[in-house]
């Protein structure tokens, strides 16, 4: 038998650490060629970590959060025939000899006799389930009522968890808090999440943006009465037949527009270089919620597709985030974000930008409400969009104008199909 060390491969991408998020396997377990063995994170993106050998795991190299360099040891597995790794010497007990006779354990000291306690005044609750019909004197029911406690509760001390006036005195001095009329223990207890995989990539790169970058923010709002009706007559023409058109494909096509007149926010800042890279594609990054957080997959070349291309792009991007099986590269280099909280957004919002980007557009709520006409108010779909800007290389007018272009776009949709 031999020891096979499995080490963190070189994932690519000039990457150098990841984190160890997730253990498939455990000590003892009997693995195959290419059984999943851990998952580690690295720039946003989960990785498998495949077996090259089949075997027995002997050796785990590392906690959950552990951040291993590339080449360091991951797992230890038993193999037949030789290793790839010499095998450590098993440490056996020396023998004893005549001078070293085996120590007599001592006699247990018993605890020197004390003073008897006296007797504790509080009553021990027996055990009861909390929610159940409480059992208690029709007095105690009069009195929890007047005071208002919930005698469901309140833990009591008499046979079979019956209350007491005693157990009453006891709940409220307790800490009982009264909301509302009941009286409800106070929860004083503290679960410790760790901050790794995903959550901790988050926070390091929001952390970059805020801390790197200084914000500057405007909303506007937006009708939208007419994008809405093309939409629904686009969705209801080619039903079946093509992507169902969602706000989104209209906005990244608002901003390709946007952006040929101001090519300054098409970027990405490398604030250590000094140097400001103007891209001519537009990779629109999309902000999408996935069960293991927030991932930002780009939609590339936006300005080459059309619209149902860029739905059907974005629709399979947003399933493989959710999924887990989106590619590293699927998750670099976008030049522009959309973020958009769908229907749990609210009336403004102030996005954060994705570094080194220097512009990223937020969606909020869609509402009816009253707007005046110039002479009565009607209802009209609104939309108010927040657009953040970095406002090292964005000046204040060049942000209002680009915003006022979307605006424009947006309301007036015809135009977005308008070639110049």
Request: hydrophobic share 40%; aromatic share 2%.
């Amino acid at each position: 038998m031999g020891i096979h060390a499995i080490r963190l491969p070189d994932i690519g991408e000039g990457i150098t650490e990841a984190e160890l998020t997730e253990w498939t396997v455990k000590p003892g377990d009997i693995v195959k060629e290419d059984d999943v063995l851990a998952i580690v994170m690295t720039d946003k993106a989960a990785v498998e970590v495949p077996s090259s050998v089949d075997g027995k795991v002997i050796e785990l190299g590392g906690e959950i959060g552990t951040l291993m360099a590339v080449g360091a040891v991951l797992i230890r597995i038993e193999v037949e025939g030789e290793g790839n790794e010499a095998q450590a010497p098993v440490d056996t007990p020396a023998p004893k000899t005549a001078a070293e006779p085996e120590a007599e354990l001592a006699p247990p000291v018993a605890p020197a006799p004390g003073p008897v306690a006296p007797s504790d005044p509080t009553p021990v609750p027996v055990a009861r389930t909390l929610g159940s019909k409480p059992l208690a004197a029709p007095s105690v029911r009069a009195r929890a009522r007047e005071e208002g406690i919930d005698l469901r509760q309140v833990p009591g001390s008499g046979p079979a968890g019956r209350i007491s006036h005693t157990d009453l005195d006891h709940w409220v001095a307790s800490g009982g808090i009264q909301q509302g009329g009941v009286t409800r223990a106070a929860n004083t207890g503290i679960e410790e999440i760790r901050v790794i995989g995903m959550r901790r990539k988050i926070a390091e790169k929001m952390q970059l943006s805020k801390r790197q970058i200084p914000h500057i923010t405007i909303v506007e709002e937006v009708e939208m009465e007419a994008l809405e009706s093309l939409r629904a007559a686009l969705n209801a023409k080619h039903m079946g037949e093509r992507p169902k058109l969602t706000l989104l494909p209209f906005l990244m096509r608002a901003i390709v527009e946007a952006v040929r007149e101001q090519p300054g926010l098409n970027a990405r800042y490398d604030d250590e270089a000094g140097v400001i890279h103007r891209h001519g594609g537009v990779h629109v990054g999309i902000a999408t919620q996935t069960p293991n957080g927030l991932n930002v997959p780009v939609v590339r070349h936006a300005e080459a597709g059309s619209l149902w291309d860029n739905a059907a792009e974005l629709s399979r991007l947003a399933e493989a985030a959710r999924e887990g099986t989106i590619r590293i590269d699927e998750l670099q280099g976008g030049t522009i974000t959309i973020t958009s909280l769908g229907p749990l957004g609210a009336l403004a919002t102030t996005p954060i930008i994705n570094h080194p980007q220097v512009a990223i557009v937020g969606v909020n709520k869609m509402q009816v409400r009253p707007v005046w006409d110039g002479q009565q108010f009607r209802p009209r779909k609104m939309m108010n969009i927040s657009c953040s800007f970095d406002h090292r290389v964005i000046d204040g007018w060049d942000a209002a104008v680009f915003v006022q272009k979307l605006k424009t776009l947006l309301e007036s949709p015809a135009m977005l199909f308008v070639e110049d």
